[in-house]
T-cell receptor, first 115, second 110 residues
Framework: NAGVTQTPKFQVLKTGQSMTLQCAQD?????MYWYRQDPGMGLRLIYY???????DKGEVPNGYNVSRLNKREFSLRLESAAPSQTSVYFC?????FGQGNTEAFFGQGTRLTVV | RKEVEQDPGPFNVPEGATVAFNCTYS??????FFWYRQDCRKEPKLLMS???SGNEDGRFTAQLNRASQYISLLIRDSKLSDSATYLC???????????FGTGTRLKVLA
């Protein structure tokens, strides 16, 4: 049971470099999310994709772009990394049935340091 | 005001103690409520969903008070393994966004 898989687990970037964080889920969920977690700030939503073919901004989208490649995969791109983007990034997925909601399932996280 | 607020703690309790956490939310349209557990440097994992009538799972009891807009988590007979950060999560009807509190840190002491 892989669930939600994120790569890489750790990354160090220099300011101005770019990179893409990959996320894949095998639960056939329609919705996928990218969060960042910083000390004292909790998890903050960067972008989400309610379903394949759609993406929307969350609370802190500046400096990021996303691609919903297919139903399984949702990637997060940093075009020009800044030290303020040093954080732990979590990908998540969930399913919604009518008015009901299931919980969100998380990947193991990517620890990104920008120097 | 934050959409979801929690006391950050830490709550330091002895083994066997009962401990309770509260979480308040500001959006009255919130429809789904969850408690997640997060261990140090790990991903959040669902502890339990919170239902309108309240629900129990072993030593854990969750309650929802819509009138006062808060949810609670009660842990009975605390174990050392309960030491973690507990995240309150709220989702409004008609949205896809899960809103997280900053978490309450629990330390169970031997």
């Amino acid at each position: 049971n892989a669930g939600v898989t994120q790569t890489p687990k750790f990354q160090v970037l220099k300011t101005g470099q770019s990179m893409t964080l990959q996320c894949a889920q095998d639960m056939n969920h329609n919705s996928m999310y990218w969060y960042r977690q910083d000390p004292g700030m909790g998890l903050r939503l960067i972008y989400y994709s309610a379903s394949e073919g759609t993406t929307d901004k969350g609370e802190v989208p500046n400096g990021y772009n996303v691609s919903r490649l297919n139903k399984r995969e949702f990637s997060l791109r940093l075009e020009s990394a800044a030290p303020s983007q040093t954080s732990v990034y979590f990908c998540a997925s969930s399913e919604v049935f009518g008015q009901g909601n299931t919980e969100a399932f998380f990947g193991q996280g990517t620890r990104l340091t920008v120097v | 005001r934050k959409e979801v607020e929690q006391d950050p703690g830490p709550f330091n309790v002895p083994e066997g103690a009962t401990v309770a956490f509260n979480c308040t939310y500001s959006n009255s349209a919130s429809q789904s409520f969850f408690w997640y557990r997060q261990d140090c440097r790990k991903e959040p994992k669902l502890l339990m969903s919170v239902y309108s009538s309240g629900n129990e799972d072993g030593r854990f009891t969750a309650q929802l008070n819509r009138a006062s807009q808060y949810i609670s988590l009660l842990i009975r007979d605390s174990k050392l393994s309960d030491s973690a950060t507990y995240l309150c999560v709220v989702k409004a009807s008609g949205t896809y966004k899960y809103i997280f509190g900053t978490g309450t840190r629990l330390k169970v002491l031997a």
